[in-house]
């Protein structure tokens, strides 16, 4: 465990404003993954039925991510995770045009992190100096990572059923002008000589809640209220890590107490969405900063972009 104070390691738990633009749209090279985003769907073909269409376009645009055909090979899907290919032909309650973004988000769970895929490495360094606030970059693997609240000296070791989905969700936290002090606010608290707990580690967990909630079909309903996916799980994310946070705070939580306060929010995160999402709009309306960069807009483009170095770069290895 990396906060003061402490050397337990916490058990990982079990897998379980409107926006027009999805939020993330540039994270691949040359926008491809923009494409799948805004891509989804063609024209009905009369000779085949409806459902029997749909399920076509859905598994075309997942073996379109996995043969990595124009795509960064950093977010090609794994064939062997069986089962997935079921829960995304089946049940799907959103509205056929999210569909290609619900896809993104599925296959951006089972993407492994690649130290040989740049923006993977790039995004590792952004959540590094805004979490330590720092202008400097770090090395790839080390002790350093630790005291983000990574259990060890290598991050993608913790994203076991998040992949990266599970980083992306830290980084919009800290990237976003309205969500990064509260970001700053639980990462002070993890620190602390007594109440102290894995920050990261508890990120992984909030993002696997949040990933089984879509999967059952617990988030169709604001997803087609919003129309978009991504905004919905980065919101629900930024709200469950706000209940926790209250849970730990008020109730001067330590490690401990971390096992019930997992539950309680998986519970909330499946049963009481709607009302997560409302105390974290309450919250930011209390006005912590303006919201100068709404997640509607982040587009990640300084973390990939080509062109745009990062501090600490030529540490990366």
Request: hydrophobic share 35%; glycine share 10%; net charge negative.
């Amino acid at each position: 465990m990396s906060g003061a104070g402490g050397s337990e390691r916490l058990e990982e738990q079990p897998e379980e404003r409107q926006r027009v633009v999805p939020p993330v749209l540039a994270l691949g090279q040359e926008g491809v993954l923009q494409e799948l985003v805004l891509g989804a769907g063609q024209p009905p073909d009369p000779g085949i039925s409806e459902e029997q269409r749909r399920a076509r376009e859905e598994w075309e645009a997942l073996e379109e991510i996995q043969s990595g055909t124009g795509t960064n090979r950093g977010w090609q899907l794994e064939r062997s995770r069986k089962g997935e290919r079921t829960c995304i032909l089946e049940g799907r309650r959103v509205r056929p045009q999210l569909q290609g973004e619900q896809e993104l988000a599925l296959a951006m769970a089972q993407c492994a992190l690649d130290d040989s895929e740049r923006v993977h490495m790039r995004i590792l360094q952004t959540i590094y100096r805004q979490l330590m606030r720092s202008r400097l970059g770090c090395p790839r693997y080390g002790a350093h990572w630790e005291q983000l609240g990574f259990q060890g000296v290598d991050p993608g070791t913790d994203l076991r059923g998040t992949g990266m989905l599970g980083l992306m969700q830290i980084l919009f936290f800290v990237l976003d002008s309205r969500t990064l002090p509260l970001a700053q606010e639980i990462f002070q608290l993890s620190q602390h000589e007594t109440q102290n707990f894995p920050f990261c580690i508890m990120s992984v967990n909030i993002t696997r809640m949040v990933i089984q909630a879509l999967r059952e079909e617990r988030l169709s309903r604001e997803c087609n209220r919003r129309q978009q996916v991504i905004g919905v799980l980065n919101d629900l994310y930024a709200a469950a890590f706000l209940r926790l946070f209250h849970l730990w705070k008020g109730q001067h939580g330590t490690i401990a107490d971390a096992g019930f306060f997992l539950k309680e929010l998986e519970l909330s995160t499946k049963k009481k969405p709607r009302q997560l999402l409302k105390s974290l709009e309450a919250y930011m309306s209390r006005g912590l900063q303006p919201p100068s960069s709404p997640s509607s807009q982040i587009h990640f483009t300084s973390i990939c972009d080509p062109g745009v170095e990062l501090e600490g770069d030529s540490q990366l290895i």
